[in-house]
Structures are given as structure tokens and as C-alpha cells.
């Protein structure tokens, strides 16, 4: 397991006591508070009275729900007065937040997705939230832009609620992954899933395929040869699965195994793949590996990728260590003209174009 800068013992329970700049189990107890809260407004639905568009488009020019609004401002309120932070990054906030100097500044970083799957959350499908934690270079002072383009590797801690018919908080430091269930009448997570680990052995797979006529040569290949099923090369059949809400799709691999594929493709000259580095793919690329799996651009693993700004976006491919590696030989074949099996499954695909 390649390495990644986790907290020492000592930093979890804060080396200082409770309210300590470096008190880390202080912010995780408010980002579950805050995970909470948007857990219950997203529970009610059309009860909440907050479903439905907010009128306006976040920095990346997407249509904001008025829960990705509500959902951003619980997790700043929330997070920012307890003294662990001192800055944030948000997908519904244009550039970084720092934490306003009424409150004490602290030696975290908060990176995060507020509502993740925000577009199907008036169709009743499981969204979440997606948070990663970093060190800042200078505790207590005002975080510059660059403090936050840190590479995955640098990750203190990961996780992501999931809003599904039960609330889970998943979870990783660097010493494995655990998730917790919302037990709603004591109000707190109850751990329910210590240890968490992606089984190996997986025939399911993730891709938006109405996408299919953009995507490279080796992403075909591998898709084709899935839907060639037993008559292929990977002489067995398989399903196709897409929730299209990442967090829905992290926690079924988590659970059941199989491969996630965002990857880059020509739909858009002006970015190569759709979900971002900082607080969708660099978060569940922590949380995969530390499960045993793997995750990867195709050409190379998401962690070791050194940001270059708050919202870049990347090819993203995740899920058990067998597939991700495949598909990222298959990316070296195709280099290296070596590919010589797919133009034979091109041919037979059903999505041969
Ligand atoms: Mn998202
Ligand atoms: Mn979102």
C-alpha cells in the first residue's frame, strides 16, 4: 500500500486537549454534526420545502440545487468557529474560504462537496457529501490559494456521508476504512462497517455508456470486452451498473466490488474528465486504496496528481485493484500500439460505431 500522510495517534485526539488547534477528533465531531443536519433536510424532501432549483449556477457554471446552497452553508457554520480550521474549499464557492478572523484559526484544511448526486436529489436517488482534510502550511494565519493544491497523498483524513435509505458516514485516516450508520434516535453513528474491504473477485462495471461515442480507444476496448461477456476474452458475463451519483457508487463498489469509470473523453475540448480532483476524485481515491482497491486517470494513480486549481476536474477510474489495472494496461497498449485483441472485440462490440 503505497503511503499517505496520516495523522499519528497523538494528532487524532489532539495533542493539546479538546478545542486545541490541532484537536482533529474536535473536527470530526462537527463535520458529523454537519452531516447530520443536511442528512435531515435532505430526509424530508418535499416536506423540507428545499427541493427544487436555486436559480443560480455555482463557479463551474452547474445549475445550484437549493440543498447544494443549504447543504455548503451548514458545512461552513458548522466547521469554521471551533478553532481546527483555517480555510475551506467548496464546490459551491467560487475560490477558498478563509475562516473569517472572529474566529481562532486552525491547522486543518477543509476541502469538500457539499451535496454530491444534487442533480437527482428531486428524483429520490442517494446523494451525500464528500470531504477531505489537509494540513495547512502555516497554522493560524489566513490560507493562501496555493495551500490548497496539495496532491491526495497529503490527505490527513477522507470520507463522504451517504443520504440513502440509511445515513452512513464513511470513513479513513489512513489505517483502513470504517463506516458508521446514522442510528436516528440516539442521534449519532454507531459503527457498522469496521474495516471495509473491496472484494477482488467483481463482474460489475460503471460507466455512463450514452457517452461511449467520445471515449478512447481503451476505454471501448474494455467496455466491449465486459459486454462480450463469456464469448470474450474475460470468458464470463457481466453487469453494467450507474447510479450516476458518485457517492451511491463508491459505497456499492465499497460493498460489492466492480469498477467506476468517469474517463476522459472528447465531449469537452476544454477539460479532460468531469469530476474533480480536490473534493470528489483525490477523497474517494483515499478511501478505495485504504480499502484495497486502487484508483487511477487511466494513466497514472489520482493521489500522486499535483492540483493546479481549486475546481480542475479529472479522468477518474476506481474500484477493485484487478480491474483498475487492466484498464490502465490497456491505456499502455494503446501508446504503445500494442493493442492488438481490440480491434477484433471493436468489431463485435454492440456500441461499434
Ligand atoms: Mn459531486
Ligand atoms: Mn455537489
Partial sequence: MPSVAAPALEELVGPDGPGSPGDFAGLLQAITIAVQAIALQVNKGALGGSLGAAGTLNVQGEAQARLDVLSNEIMIAETQWGGYLAGMVSEELATFYPVPTRFRRGQYLLVFDPLDGSSNIDANIPTGTIFSILRTPN????????DFLQPGTEQVCAGFAL????TMLILTTGSGVDGYTLDRELGTFILTHPQIRIPEHTSE?????????????????????????????????????????????????LTRGGVFLYPADSKDARSAGRLRLLYECSPISFIVEQAGGSASTGRGRV????????HQRIPFIFGSSAEVDRIERYHREDLSGSAEDFSLFNNRSLFRV
Avoid at 476474452?233 to 450507474?242: A, C, L, S, V
Wanted: proline share 10%; with cysteine; glycine share 8%.
Fill in 163 to 166: 443520504y440513502g435509505p440509511a
Fill in 303 to 310: 493521489l500522486d496528481v499535483q492540483p493546479g486549481a481549486l
Fill in 205 to 253: 462495471f460503471a460507466i455512463n455508456t450514452s457517452n461511449e461515442r467520445f471515449w478512447e480507444p481503451p476505454v471501448r476496448r474494455y467496455v466491449a470486452e465486459c459486454l462480450v461477456g463469456r464469448a470474450g476474452p474475460r470468458e464470463r458475463d457481466f453487469n453494467m451498473r450507474w447510479v450516476a451519483s458518485l457517492v451511491a457508487e463508491t459505497f456499492r463498489i
Fill in 139 to 146: 497554522p493560524g494565519a489566513e490560507p493562501a490559494l496555493a
